[in-house]
Nanobody, 123 residues
């Protein structure tokens, strides 16, 4: 069983920053890519960013380009999401996800999901 645990969420004022972390563990954890998604109340879960372990290729949603940065730790079990210039519309539960085969922005491309961490941006 693969487990993904997010941390680093919280309450921040507009214009502020937060860094989310996702730690992966479990039986012979191996993934092709890791991603972050978010879900605001009453809305669909949406793609935020993704990174491929090998080579570090990244994808970003247009809404976060230039503000958010996804990165990987030295060990192949941690991924980060640095969020700068936060806006109230970034308020959501943020989920970490792992894909065994693809670097993708679609939810169906991911095989494992964390429980989420709340990010609240006040105006």
């Amino acid at each position: 069983q693969v487990q993904l645990v997010e941390s680093g969420g919280g309450l921040v004022q507009a214009g502020g920053s937060l860094r989310l972390s996702c730690a992966a563990s479990g039986r012979t954890f191996s993934s092709y890519a890791m991603g972050w998604f978010r879900q605001a109340p009453g809305k669909e879960r949406e793609f935020v960013a993704a990174i491929r372990w090998s080579g570090g290729s990244t994808l970003y949603a247009d809404s976060v380009k230039g503000r958010f940065t996804i990165s990987r730790g030295n060990a192949k079990n941690t991924v980060y999401l640095q969020m700068n210039s936060l806006k109230p519309e970034d308020t959501a539960v943020y989920y970490c996800a792992a894909s065994r085969f693809v670097l993708a922005s679609r939810r169906s491309g991911y095989d494992y999901w964390g429980q989420g961490t709340q990010v609240t941006v006040s105006s």
